[in-house]
């Protein structure tokens, strides 16, 4: 059972525990004196892609790297500095992030950009979102036991539920990105929730490429992955993990529910369950992919069916998880042909990924 | 006047120069004892996206950082290792790319990926070229006088001809990646012009804006953009470089010429002399973006009408030049939002980029 508890940070921002032990020292009250960050966060469509692109220069003085003893994803502990968590204790926490891309509370516009009319603008409204995997700094998603993890799945499906049925979110994206090397900020283990006010693009293709099947996308590719097996990573009882056929990254693999799912909200508690276990052996096998490397940087995303209930059919969850490592001591680069043209080249092959990733399993 | 010389690599390639002096010692033979790399490379399309990805396994073993005295993009020099290039001199050099992403040659195939009947894969087949600018390893782009600049220019429009021609190519794409931060093996200055058998995500998102548009979007784009002003870096006789309305990055800028021009072979001289002194201009002020940074990362990239004659009248050409270079000391990485969703998020505004453009512009 997960306990759910709300609070108000200093500046307004809401911070929900989900504690899966009892506690009993919840701090209600935030201490610090903490000026307002003024969102301005803004959207613009680009006239050549007609892609939504979110300005947010507010972010540019955001935490870097703190010191240890600045950790703001810490309990706030007696007797030392408050950190963005009043309480001295929590399992998993999750709390509107200060320096959001896209947010909530600005003034309402829709405008052309210089009057251009042909580049619309208007605020970026949506809810960005931190969630702290454990109070350990030293830990990683990997290390959580699995209830742990479970108790991640229980406040994503929370967070999930809230965001998609605020009606400026069209799409709720939950996900981690770990490491220095893809820029990390902040080492303490934890992820990200976006939600975003459009469907991204490739939200977008995913929709358009369903709608455009004849049949149920998803289920197909489950089958004809299992058919094959060249590919597959693991099978559970409600869950296969595989590398896509068309993997773009050099590490890559996706995890999709075996019946049709939406997001978080509709998997049962059987399902929670065994998909938390599959995410531990999973991100264990990435930690050891690579040898030498104990820490694989890598991304990990959920996509989930779009907030629209006339779209949600459409797609059913999955988490895509990649690397931009490419061995021990060099990355990819997203460099002209990915970064300028959105053509990726992988110097690898999936059946490759996959077999490496068979090899580690269970080593 | 530019002296176009063709000759063949030991193991096959073609070599062709562009001389815009007098050299008398062209080397037509190559005395390397060269083996042939064998290009794999296959394109799948993603059943979820609809995307192709290249896999290119052989790239693995690409060349990464030599010793200076091993630049495979230098001339070879009497009594010195041969190069990339047998003659001792050079003005401009374009050749094939021995580690190419998109080769010709392979066996032809066209099926499924494991008989799934829902990822196509054939053999990636395509030419990928690389332009060195000039012989001396320590200039930049922005180093070379107006007139190599101009023969830049020169071997630009005779590869776009050469590569549309080729029934296998549907888009060509010259481009420059600049500096170690953004994984640049070779620091030799050269661009690389890949030609793909698909339009890219970024191209087939363009025609379809410009199809969609009513009346000429390109026009419109420099019509409302010279009106409002904000974003106009520069404009002579032929070209207009600004900020583009909803710029992705931290540093971003667009060269379009004034009148359509589907691509290099259409433009006349005078257009060409007129874009060699404005890009001169413009990568200076690259480097002279960031206080400190006398060599600022960037990726700079043509992006020219496809080479499908129904298609050419849909896209003008333009440069998109960008760095993911925050600050001095910062990086933009790409992190979940761009690489999992492809959203993305700027932490400073097209305008201010405009302005300080503007002010380093004649420093």
Redesign the interface.
């Known amino acids: 059972m997960v306990e759910i508890t709300k609070a108000t940070l200093a500046d307004g921002r809401e911070i929900i525990y989900f504690d899966d032990t009892p506690h009993t020292d919840r701090v209600l009250e935030d201490s610090r004196d903490l000026p307002q960050v003024t969102p301005a966060s803004e959207m ?14 507010h ?2 003085n955001r935490t ?1 790297m703190p010191p240890a003893n600045e950790n703001p994803l810490a309990p706030t502990l007696p007797g030392q500095l408050p950190t963005e968590i009043p309480s001295p204790s929590y399992d998993v926490v999750v709390f509107e992030n200060r320096f959001p ?1 896209f947010a909530m509370g600005m003034e309402d516009y829709e405008e052309d ?7 619309p603008r208007k605020p970026a409204k949506a809810r960005c979102e931190v969630v702290c995997f454990t109070s350990d700094p030293e830990l990683s998603f990997k290390d959580l036991p699995v209830s742990r993890i479970r108790t991640v799945i229980e406040a994503w499906a929370h967070r999930t539920s809230a965001l998609s049925a605020l009606p400026e979110v069209a799409q709720v ?1 939950p ?3 770990r490491g220095a090397e ?3 900020t902040l080492q303490h283990p934890h992820g ?1 929730i ?1 939600s ?1 006010p459009f469907l ?4 977008q ?2 929709v ?2 369903s709608q455009a099947y004849e049949g149920d ?1 998803f289920q ?2 489950l089958d ?2 299992r ?2 097996g ?1 590919r597959i990573i693991a099978e559970t009882e409600h869950f296969t993990a595989f590398v ?5 990254w050099p590490l890559e693999a996706m995890v999709m529910p075996n019946e049709y799912a939406a997001d978080f909200t509709e998997l049962s508690s059987a399902q929670r369950d065994d998909l938390a276990a599959l995410l531990k052996k999973l991100y264990t096998a990435v930690d050891r992919f690579f040898d030498g490397v104990e820490k694989t940087p890598y ?1 990990a ?1 959920w996509n989930l069916a779009p907030a629209d209930p006339t779209l949600r059919g459409d797609v059913r969850m999955h988490l ?1 998880l ?1 690397s ?1 490592m ?1 061995s021990p001591n ?8 990915e ?11 999936p059946e ?1 990924i996959a077999a490496r990733f068979k090899e580690v399993w269970d080593a």
Chains 1, 2 share one sequence.
């Not at 613009?44 to 220069?57: H, I």
């Not at 991204?200 to 939200?203: D, I, L, N, V, Y």
Request: aromatic share 12%; glycine share 6%.
């Open positions: 613009r469509r680009d006239p050549l892609t007609g892609d939504w692109v979110a300005f947010a220069a972010r540019m870097f891309s950009v210089d009057e251009m009319g042909l580049v994206f996900f981690e990105n893809i820029g990390v990200q976006y975003y991204s693009p490739r939200m293709a995913i358009a490429s996308l197909d590719i004809k992955e058919e094959a060249t896509p056929a068309a993997a773009k991304i995303g895509q990649f931009l490419r060099r990355m990819k680069y997203l460099a002209g042909s970064s300028a043209q959105a053509v990726w080249i992988n110097d690898t092959t490759r």
